[in-house]
Nanobody, 128 residues
């Protein structure tokens, strides 16, 4: 079983910055893949950024160059540094985790291949 607890959300003006944190507990294998997802009212949830235990990362095109995901494996914590925030970034940001999706030849943390199993409760980010 894995528990995820997010923190760091809030309200900022456009152009501002926030850093989100997510602490994971439980089986470290099931925390191999960790990422941030967001959902705005009336919109589908989207993957914002993911990272594996080796530090390989993926980003949504909409946040590339503005958001940075990082990871502290010893603390089982991931961070999302968000800069130059815009009103369209307003959403509930949720941390998620799972083991990697593996085929016969490779493993991946791509959430498009397999939905993450464990989810936090989310933290609201509002940009005005």
């Amino acid at each position: 079983h894995v528990q995820l607890v997010e923190s760091g959300g809030g309200s900022v003006q456009a152009g501002g910055s926030l850093t989100l944190s997510c602490i994971g507990s439980g089986d470290t294998f099931l925390n191999s893949c960790m990422g941030w997802f967001r959902q705005a009212p009336g919109k589908e949830r989207e993957a914002v950024a993911t990272t594996d235990r080796d530090g390989d990362t993926t980003y949504a095109d909409s946040v590339k160059g503005r958001f940075t995901i990082s990871r502290d494996n010893e603390k089982n914590t991931i961070y999302l540094q968000m800069t130059n925030l815009q009103p369209e970034d307003t959403a509930m940001y949720t941390c998620a985790a799972d083991g990697p999706y593996c085929t016969a030849t490779s493993c991946s943390c791509d959430p498009a291949l397999d939905e993450y199993l464990y989810w936090g409760r989310g933290t609201q980010v509002t940009v005005s």
